[in-house]
């Protein structure tokens, strides 16, 4: 157990924990003492603390709200069932950052009325005492209670004897503030409270509370009467409460992941400072607002559908990747592991994200499938790619009786141009030959590269044998224009073979046959030519004049 855990669980004094932190919403913790004192619920809710002080249930959580509202200490007495147990309830707020709460602690019970003064005050966890200050700057204690012996080592007969016995304990570094508030309080006759700290006797340091009440005298000097009480497992659990606050704000604040919540409907209902650095917005500027603001329409579906699960199953879900928007328009990928933010029943109260930016993994994973399906010469897409799309093609124009045209175009006197200027002119001419038949082709068509000089293109459809030859005509006309390489002019011409689905062939292979066997009925024509397939022996062919 965290020592300061059990300082807590295990002190003397009835104490508990009220969390302020959401909106109209109370945890409640407990320590044993508590527990076992006012009989505790086995939940932690504002019922089961109403539950705890049944004749004074309006009174105590008025001044839980009024003690988180006000930022103030709050006491009141409370009573048992039986109304012969009265106990003094102190309630003190506890803030750091966006963490709010209530501290609340049980005194003894007060003895009955008519015992002396002495026995009574000896019965409370701190002690009363009564602080002159007279018109020369002299302090003086005419009162001081038993307990100050316990608490700081000095008997009361030294206290009333000297009062630095006693005062000069204070920590040096709160003296002077102690002091000069006490100062206040006498110039305007006001009540004085202070935290502060002070050293036994044997060198332990204790925090202290105090309360006094101010009265003038007739000779102009200053009578406090309060109550110090040692406030040292307060501070202690305070301070355990800030250090694990501060832990989890550095680990949020300084991780490299953004950390962020959602509701139910996708609201963003925290985002860690990073989110700028990572993704460019003010975090005030995406705060409050729904997912759908910086997520790729694409994935937001997908990505509802994920959040949804968690609320529903209340387990985590394992990664999502998405794309989301960077202040500067660009998309990033990223991807999260979601998980469920649990109440105390078990429900899911926020859906929690851990997100990471993967869009360099991303791109390297395009770039290698790019690389996997594209010539590397030309980029177009290379023998794999093309014959796979080429069959999804055919697949679909089959289902919905749709027409499409091959083509096969294999470059006329290539060779030579390796053969007299080398391989570095021959790649940068079929380069310069992929770049113009991608401008003479439409959006919907396709080319690529299956080797060599050999190009092939699918034209969507639908598309009729006339249209087929007049693009395969344009390319022709295309390919033969001369090509400016760092050579001068280079020309070559290409031999265009078409063939028509389902005219032709039903089956890709059938269909690559035909092209491929027209396209060396162009060669054989004189090559510079297209020629649709025929299964007789009158192809038709075009070079400028068709033949059909």
């Known amino acids: 157990m965290h020592p300061y855990r059990a300082l807590f669980e295990q002190s003397g004094t009835p104490l508990f924990v009220v969390e302020r932190s959401a909106p109209d919403a109370m945890n409640v913790y407990a320590n044993a003492a508590f527990r076992r004192v ?21 009174n105590v959580l008025a001044a839980v709200q009024a003690c988180d509202q006000q930022q103030a200490v709050q006491e009141l007495m409370v009573t048992w069932a039986d ?3 009265r106990w003094q309830l102190q309630l003190s707020p506890v803030v750091d950052g966006e963490y709010r709460a209530v501290y609340g602690a049980l005194h003894q019970p007060a003895l009955p009325f008519g015992e002396s003064l002495d026995a009574l005050l000896s019965q409370l ?26 608490m700081f080592g000095v008997s009361v007969e030294e206290a009333l004897a000297d009062a630095q016995t006693l005062l000069a304990n204070i920590h040096p ?19 004085w409270k202070q935290e502060f ?5 044997r060198g332990e340091m204790l925090w202290v509370e105090a309360s006094d009440q101010p009265r003038r005298e007739p000779d102009g000097s200053v009578l406090w009467t309060g109550y110090a009480n040692d406030i040292t497992q307060r501070k202690a659990l305070e301070s355990a409460l800030k250090s694990s606050e501060q832990r989890f704000r550095q680990l949020v604040e300084q991780a490299n992941d953004i950390i962020y919540t959602l509701s139910a409907d996708g609201t963003m209902t925290y985002i860690s400072p990073n989110w700028q650095r990572i993704l460019g917005h003010e975090v005030s500027d995406v705060l ?18 994920y959040i949804e699960k968690v609320f529903v199953t209340a387990e985590p879900q394992g990664l999502i990747e998405y794309r989301v928007q960077h202040a500067n328009g660009e998309w990033r990928w990223h991807f999260t592991n979601g998980a469920p933010l649990l109440d105390d029943q078990g429900n899911v109260t926020s859906f929690l994200g851990i997100s990471h ?42 289902r919905s009786d749709g027409q499409l045209a091959f083509l096969f175009i294999d470059l006329d006197n290539f060779k030579p141009v390796n053969d007299r200027w080398g391989h570095g002119v021959g790649d940068q001419l079929l380069k310069d030959v992929a770049q113009r038949m991608r401008c003479r082709l439409r959006g919907t068509d396709m080319v690529g590269r299956i080797g060599g000089d050999e190009f092939v293109a699918l034209l969507g459809g639908p598309v009729m044998e006339e249209e087929a030859l007049a693009v395969a005509n344009q390319l022709c006309r295309a390919l033969a224009e001369p090509f400016a390489l760092t050579v001068g002019d280079v020309r070559v011409s290409a031999s265009i073979g078409v063939a028509l689905f389902p005219q032709h062939a039903r089956d890709e292979a059938s269909l690559i046959h035909c092209a491929d066997q027209a396209m060396y009925h162009a060669k054989a024509q004189g090559r510079n030519r297209a020629v649709l397939y025929s299964a007789g022996a009158s192809d038709r062919a075009v070079c400028g004049e068709p033949t059909y």
């Open 173 to 191: 570094g709160d003296r002077d503030a102690v002091i000069e508030s006490s100062l206040e309080s006498a110039r305007t006759m006001t009540p």
């Open 197 to 201: 700290r002070m050293f036994h006797r």
């Open 83 to 85: 109304a012969s147990r």
């Open 288 to 305: 409050g607002r729904n997912m759908s603001a910086v997520l790729h329409p694409e994935d937001l579906e997908a990505c509802r559908r």
């Open 125 to 150: 966890p701190g002690f009363i005492y009564q602080l002159h200050y007279s018109r020369t700057g002299t302090w003086r204690y005419t009162y001081v209670g038993q307990r100050v012996e316990e």
């Open 357 to 398: 930016d993967i869009t360099p993994r991303r791109e390297m994973e395009q770039r290698v499938l790019h690389l996997a399906q594209h010539d590397t010469l030309t980029d177009l897409p290379n023998r794999a790619m093309f014959f796979d799309e080429l069959g999804q093609a055919l697949a679909k124009a089959l």
């Open 38 to 58: 006012v009989g505790w619920a086995a939940d932690n809710s504002e019922m089961a603390l109403a539950n705890c002080f049944p004749l004074d249930v309006t």
